[in-house]
């Protein structure tokens, strides 16, 4: 599967973003979905991730209440609603998708993930 973000952008502190991830299958409501992101000279660090139906969802504790994924297996597209954005959210946000967990799974480790689309930038200035 193929994934492609967008939505990422220069915003102020306290902002809001939606990214989107849209994937090429139309399998897409087999995979979970995570987001990922990659701050300069840091690791890749998880953000968010959903079940295959969007049933169940898990959030890092740095966007926890701040940020929410969802999904719509209609459009075969991933969101992921960033609110009250700090400059510590600065960072290349990538999606990816997991084929192995099913039912209401959903991984935190980026290794579980086969797929990977190729980020959107979120630049946050203080």
């Known amino acids: 599967v193929q994934l492609q973000a967008s939505g990422g952008g220069l915003v102020q502190a306290g902002d809001s973003l939606r990214l989107s991830c849209a994937a090429s299958?139309?399998?897409?409501?087999?995979?979970?979905m995570g987001w990922f992101r990659q701050a300069p000279g840091k690791e890749r660090e998880f953000v968010a991730a959903?079940?295959?139906?969007?049933?169940?969802?898990g959030y890092a504790d740095s966007v926890k209440g701040r940020f929410t994924i969802a999904r719509d297996n209609a459009k075969n597209t991933v969101y992921l609603q960033m609110n009250s954005l700090k400059p510590e959210d600065t960072a290349l946000y990538c999606c990816?998708?997991?084929?192995?967990?099913?039912?209401?799974?959903?991984?935190?480790?980026?290794?579980?993930?086969?797929?990977w689309g190729q980020g959107t930038l979120v630049t946050v200035s203080s």
């Open positions: 990816a998708a997991d084929p192995w967990r099913s039912g209401s799974y959903y991984s935190t480790n980026q290794h579980d993930y086969d797929y």
């Open positions: 959903i079940s295959r139906s969007g049933g169940s969802a």
């Open positions: 299958r139309r399998t897409f409501s087999s995979y979970a």
